[in-house]
């Protein structure tokens, strides 16, 4: 059955790195782009970010462009997150979902998603 | 705050109707772009309950319904069960933000 299983989050300082993880499992990795949608303590959900099922393309939301990366491994069927320079902002726990649509033509949405990994950021 | 709007909340007794609004604007529902909705019960994953507008994936009972008009969609549960006390997310695209957009999610409580 399908899988994605995040990992890698923890505390950290304001102003350090983090790399999230997502094993996924149970289809044919390389068919599907994902994505990472995070949900701040008692908020709603926010995208962060979106790799193409080719890793040809990635796009983040404005509040993390230029400080998270968001990359994949075939090899591993494993999609990451690298965070870097914190914020207190970031706290949430970060879920990764499965691209069932096209984000090239506005139509990304998500028919798996992952129990999530939380972050905490925090001096 | 989000760039789609949902109510808070929302609540129906067992067997009755519900709708849940979702309120976009120009550079996202009302551009055409389609809707989504998920369903999340707490500490486990979300479940996608309506693809493009109004698409049941299959196993989602047909007691879930989704529809789209102008700068809005609702997605409506008939029949309400207890099972049904959840959180609801409509999602979306913005030409503007040119990413993925989604409401603030929707308590409903069965009563």
């Known amino acids: 059955q399908v899988q994605l299983v995040e990992s890698g989050g923890g505390v950290v300082q304001p102003g350090r790195s983090l790399r999230l993880s997502c094993a996924t499992s149970g289809f044919i990795f390389s068919n599907y782009g994902f994505h990472w949608v995070r949900q701040a303590p008692g908020k709603g959900l926010e995208w962060v970010a979106v790799?193409?099922?080719?890793?040809?393309?990635?796009y983040y939301a404005g509040s993390v462009k230029g400080r998270f990366t968001i990359s994949r491994d075939s090899s591993m069927n494993t999609v990451y997150l690298q965070m870097n320079s914190l914020r207190v902002e970031d706290t949430a726990l970060y879920y990764c979902a499965r691209d069932l649509g096209h984000f090239s033509r506005g139509s990304s949405y998500f028919d798996y998603w992952g129990q999530g990994t939380l972050v905490t950021v925090s001096s | 705050q989000s760039v789609l709007t949902q109510p808070p909340s929302v609540s129906g007794a067992p067997g009755q109707r519900v709708t849940i609004s979702c309120t976009g604007s120009?550079?996202?529902?009302?551009?055409?772009?389609?809707v989504y909705w998920y369903r999340q019960f707490p500490g486990t994953a979300l479940k996608l309950l309506i693809y493009a507008n109004s698409n049941r994936p299959s196993g989602v009972p047909d007691r879930f319904s989704g529809s789209k008009s102008g700068t809005s969609a609702s997605l409506a549960i008939t029949g309400l069960q207890a099972e049904d006390e959840a959180d609801y997310y409509c999602q979306s695209y913005d030409s503007s933000l040119s990413g993925v957009v989604f409401g603030g999610g929707t308590k409903l409580t069965v009563l």
């Open positions: 790799i193409w099922f080719d890793g040809s393309n990635q």
């Open positions: 120009s550079s996202n529902i009302g551009a055409g772009y389609d």
